[in-house]
Nanobody, 122 residues
């Protein structure tokens, strides 16, 4: 059974940092594209970042502040979030795409985690 489990969310002040982790199980994800999305209350789920064999990709709102990485040996992907802003407040979701190419399209991701809450206070 494929499972993605996010962790590392929490409450942080503006300007602070958090590191999210997504532990994958049920198969080897080294060839998958791994992505992070977020959804704020009343808003649509939006792309944050993805990583594949071709490297990382970032949404415009997080570029320069967030860094995605992966540890294939641990089947884990990370999202280092620095210089956090109140508008980064959302539930953050990890996702996996069998396609292997970086994609920002929600429907192209095959597996999803349950999400972890990130709250940034001003």
């Amino acid at each position: 059974q494929v499972q993605l489990v996010e962790s590392g969310g929490g409450l942080v002040q503006a300007g602070g940092s958090l590191r999210l982790s997504c532990a994958a199980s049920g198969r080897t994800f080294s060839s998958y594209t791994m992505g992070w999305f977020r959804q704020a209350p009343g808003k649509e789920r939006e792309f944050v970042s993805a990583i594949s064999w071709s490297g990382p990709d970032y949404g415009d709102s997080v570029k320069g502040r967030f860094t995605i990485s992966r540890d294939s040996a641990k089947n884990t992907v990370y999202l280092q979030m620095n210089s956090l802003k109140p508008e980064d407040t959302a539930v953050y979701y990890c996702a996996a795409d069998r396609g292997g190419w970086n994609t920002r399209k929600i429907y192209e991701y095959d597996y999803w985690g349950q999400g972890t809450q990130v709250t940034v206070s001003s």
